[in-house]
């Protein structure tokens, strides 16, 4: 058993060794699918929130939702796949770049043309 006095040399020691140990460096983490955060400012500690909450559109939402917008929209996305490289080249990407497997792949980047 432990009296006062073992408890106190015990606790002294363990203040001596904490105190020997070098300063924590902290590390910043940052996930792969979250858009890019302005620099840290010097010096400073970079903190990062992130939620798994859903995000919710307007156009999301019943009460606003048109069957003319979206054809509209979707008439504007199919004219952007057709005639701008880049929008096509960041939308297969997105939608095919996690696609591991060759053939399924290739089939993802077909339905693009």
Known sequence: ??????????????????????GAQAQTVVPQMMAPMP????????IYHYSDAPVADPG??????????????????ERLIRTDPAFRAARIRK???????????????ASFR
Not at 95 to 109: A, M, R, T
């Open 1 to 22: 058993m432990f009296d006062k006095r073992s408890a106190a040399l015990v606790a002294a020691a363990a203040l001596l060794a904490a105190a020997a140990m070098p």
């Open 39 to 46: 620099p840290p400012p010097p010096g400073g500690l970079t």
């Open 60 to 77: 999301d939402d019943p009460a606003n939702w048109s069957a003319r917008q979206n054809v509209v929209e979707s008439d504007r996305y």
């Open 95 to 109: 939608e095919c770049g996690s696609i591991n497997e060759p053939g399924l792949y290739q089939q993802c980047v």
